[in-house]
Protein backbone atom coordinates (compact mmCIF):
# COMPACT_ATOMS: atom_id res chain seq x y z
CA UNK A 1 0.00 0.00 0.00
CA UNK A 2 1.54 3.34 -0.71
CA UNK A 3 2.23 5.37 2.01
CA UNK A 4 1.45 9.30 1.45
CA UNK A 5 1.60 12.20 3.62
CA UNK A 6 0.11 15.34 2.83
CA UNK A 7 0.97 18.57 4.73
CA UNK A 8 -0.44 21.90 5.35
CA UNK A 9 -3.37 22.99 2.48
CA UNK A 10 -7.08 23.87 2.89
CA UNK A 11 -10.48 22.21 1.88
CA UNK A 12 -8.98 20.85 -1.45
CA UNK A 13 -6.38 19.15 0.62
CA UNK A 14 -8.82 17.33 2.60
CA UNK A 15 -10.90 15.89 -0.09
CA UNK A 16 -7.93 15.14 -1.80
CA UNK A 17 -7.02 12.89 1.33
CA UNK A 18 -10.54 11.75 1.18
CA UNK A 19 -10.50 10.57 -2.62
CA UNK A 20 -6.61 8.64 -1.99
CA UNK A 21 -8.22 6.56 1.47
CA UNK A 22 -11.22 6.14 -0.84
CA UNK A 23 -8.74 4.21 -3.00
CA UNK A 24 -7.01 2.31 -0.39
CA UNK A 25 -4.37 4.59 -0.22
CA UNK A 26 -2.42 5.33 3.74
CA UNK A 27 -2.79 8.57 3.84
CA UNK A 28 -1.39 10.56 6.96
CA UNK A 29 -2.16 14.89 7.12
CA UNK A 30 0.04 16.98 8.78
CA UNK A 31 -1.21 20.47 9.70
CA UNK A 32 -0.67 22.90 12.85
CA UNK A 33 -3.36 20.89 14.54
CA UNK A 34 -1.35 17.54 14.24
CA UNK A 35 2.38 18.20 14.80
CA UNK A 36 3.05 15.34 16.68
CA UNK A 37 5.17 12.96 15.81
CA UNK A 38 5.36 14.48 12.20
CA UNK A 39 9.05 13.14 12.05
CA UNK A 40 8.21 9.64 11.82
CA UNK A 41 5.25 10.26 9.39
CA UNK A 42 7.62 11.56 7.05
CA UNK A 43 10.06 9.24 7.09
CA UNK A 44 7.21 6.57 6.18
CA UNK A 45 5.99 8.19 3.31
CA UNK A 46 6.82 6.91 -0.50
CA UNK A 47 4.70 10.24 -1.48
CA UNK A 48 4.56 13.91 -0.17
CA UNK A 49 1.78 16.02 -1.34
CA UNK A 50 2.46 19.91 -1.03
CA UNK A 51 -0.75 22.19 -1.04
CA UNK A 52 -1.64 24.36 -4.02
CA UNK A 53 -0.58 27.17 -4.08
CA UNK A 54 2.38 26.49 -2.32
CA UNK A 55 3.49 29.71 -1.20
CA UNK A 56 6.14 30.00 1.75
CA UNK A 57 6.22 33.23 3.68
CA UNK A 58 9.70 32.92 5.18
CA UNK A 59 10.04 29.02 4.14
CA UNK A 60 7.10 27.97 5.61
CA UNK A 61 4.53 26.00 4.23
CA UNK A 62 0.47 27.35 4.04
CA UNK A 63 -2.09 25.59 7.05
CA UNK A 64 1.25 24.20 9.05
CA UNK A 65 3.58 27.28 10.07
CA UNK A 66 3.91 26.69 14.26
CA UNK A 67 7.22 27.19 15.34
CA UNK A 68 9.19 26.94 12.25
CA UNK A 69 9.14 23.03 11.55
CA UNK A 70 6.94 23.64 8.65
CA UNK A 71 10.23 24.75 6.67
CA UNK A 72 10.33 22.80 3.30
CA UNK A 73 14.26 21.76 3.92
CA UNK A 74 13.29 20.27 6.82
CA UNK A 75 11.14 17.90 5.14
CA UNK A 76 12.92 17.09 2.08
CA UNK A 77 15.92 16.22 4.40
CA UNK A 78 13.56 13.59 6.29
CA UNK A 79 12.16 11.82 2.59
CA UNK A 80 13.52 8.62 1.45
CA UNK A 81 15.34 8.66 -1.38
CA UNK A 82 12.74 8.08 -4.46
CA UNK A 83 9.92 9.67 -2.58
CA UNK A 84 7.50 10.91 -5.13
CA UNK A 85 6.87 15.08 -4.11
CA UNK A 86 3.73 16.48 -5.24
CA UNK A 87 3.26 20.34 -5.21
CA UNK A 88 1.98 23.34 -6.61
CA UNK A 89 3.63 26.13 -7.62
CA UNK A 90 5.63 28.61 -5.93
CA UNK A 91 8.42 25.85 -4.74
CA UNK A 92 11.38 27.64 -3.97
CA UNK A 93 14.35 27.19 -6.42
CA UNK A 94 16.63 26.34 -4.15
CA UNK A 95 14.24 23.50 -2.88
CA UNK A 96 14.03 22.15 -5.75
CA UNK A 97 18.02 21.76 -6.72
CA UNK A 98 17.80 20.15 -2.52
CA UNK A 99 15.44 17.88 -3.62
CA UNK A 100 16.85 16.62 -6.64
CA UNK A 101 20.17 16.19 -5.16
CA UNK A 102 18.89 14.11 -2.83
CA UNK A 103 17.47 11.59 -5.13
CA UNK A 104 13.60 13.11 -4.66
CA UNK A 105 11.04 13.89 -7.98
CA UNK A 106 8.90 16.36 -8.21
CA UNK A 107 6.42 17.20 -9.85
CA UNK A 108 4.00 19.92 -9.95
CA UNK A 109 0.85 20.05 -10.75
CA UNK A 110 0.72 23.40 -11.41
CA UNK A 111 2.22 23.06 -14.48
CA UNK A 112 -0.55 20.55 -15.52
CA UNK A 113 -3.42 22.95 -17.93
CA UNK A 114 -6.28 20.50 -16.96
CA UNK A 115 -5.07 20.78 -13.48
CA UNK A 116 -5.17 25.09 -13.75
CA UNK A 117 -8.49 25.03 -15.83
CA UNK A 118 -10.46 23.09 -13.18
CA UNK A 119 -8.83 25.03 -9.88
CA UNK A 120 -9.95 28.44 -11.93
CA UNK A 121 -13.56 27.01 -12.30
CA UNK A 122 -14.09 25.89 -8.84
CA UNK A 123 -12.55 29.02 -7.62
CA UNK A 124 -15.09 31.14 -9.86
CA UNK A 125 -17.66 29.61 -8.61
CA UNK A 126 -15.96 30.17 -4.96
CA UNK A 127 -16.06 34.01 -5.82
CA UNK A 128 -18.93 34.00 -7.14
CA UNK A 129 -20.86 32.41 -4.04
CA UNK A 130 -19.00 34.93 -2.30
CA UNK A 131 -19.91 37.92 -3.38
CA UNK A 132 -23.79 36.85 -3.67
CA UNK A 133 -23.45 36.13 0.14
CA UNK A 134 -21.63 39.63 0.84
CA UNK A 135 -24.22 41.61 -1.66
CA UNK A 136 -28.10 42.83 -1.03
CA UNK A 137 -28.66 43.30 -4.53
CA UNK A 138 -29.27 40.47 -7.05
CA UNK A 139 -26.68 39.83 -9.94
CA UNK A 140 -28.80 41.05 -12.78
CA UNK A 141 -29.10 44.37 -11.13
CA UNK A 142 -25.09 44.74 -10.44
CA UNK A 143 -22.24 46.45 -13.15
CA UNK A 144 -18.71 44.33 -12.21
CA UNK A 145 -15.27 45.46 -13.07
CA UNK A 146 -12.94 42.20 -13.01
CA UNK A 147 -9.38 42.86 -12.75
CA UNK A 148 -7.53 40.85 -14.85
CA UNK A 149 -9.01 38.17 -17.52
CA UNK A 150 -6.99 35.33 -16.77
CA UNK A 151 -8.07 31.61 -16.72
CA UNK A 152 -9.59 32.79 -12.90
CA UNK A 153 -10.80 36.01 -14.49
CA UNK A 154 -12.28 34.64 -17.41
CA UNK A 155 -14.43 31.67 -14.96
CA UNK A 156 -15.76 34.41 -12.96
CA UNK A 157 -17.11 36.27 -16.14
CA UNK A 158 -18.59 33.42 -17.35
CA UNK A 159 -20.27 32.43 -14.66
CA UNK A 160 -21.71 35.89 -13.45
CA UNK A 161 -22.74 36.58 -17.30
CA UNK A 162 -24.90 33.30 -16.96
CA UNK A 163 -26.66 34.74 -13.85
CA UNK A 164 -27.32 38.23 -15.71
CA UNK A 165 -24.53 40.55 -14.03
CA UNK A 166 -22.80 43.02 -16.53
CA UNK A 167 -19.35 42.88 -16.95
CA UNK A 168 -16.59 45.04 -17.57
CA UNK A 169 -13.15 44.14 -17.89
CA UNK A 170 -9.73 46.07 -17.14
CA UNK A 171 -6.84 43.89 -18.25
CA UNK A 172 -3.38 44.97 -19.06
CA UNK A 173 -2.40 42.25 -22.34
CA UNK A 174 -4.48 43.50 -25.54
CA UNK A 175 -5.22 39.50 -26.24
CA UNK A 176 -7.02 39.42 -22.86
CA UNK A 177 -9.08 42.76 -23.65
CA UNK A 178 -10.35 41.15 -27.38
CA UNK A 179 -11.38 38.13 -25.41
CA UNK A 180 -13.08 39.84 -23.07
CA UNK A 181 -15.46 41.08 -25.84
CA UNK A 182 -16.53 38.45 -27.69
Known sequence: MLKAVM??????????????????????WIRNEEMEHWHEKICRSRLLILPYPYTVKEGHIPGW???????????LERLAHGTEIIAGMGMPEEAVT???????HLAAYSEDP?????????????????LMQRSN?????????????????????VRLRA?????????????QRQMAVR
Do not use: C, H, K, P
Not at 114 to 130: D, T
Open 98 to 104: FAEARGL
Open 114 to 130: VFLQRNAEISGEAAVEA
Open 7 to 28: VGGDRRMELTRELLIGRGYGVE
Open 137 to 157: AALDEMRIVLLGYGLFGRAIA
Open 65 to 75: ENGGEGRIFNL
Open 163 to 175: LGARIWVAARRQA
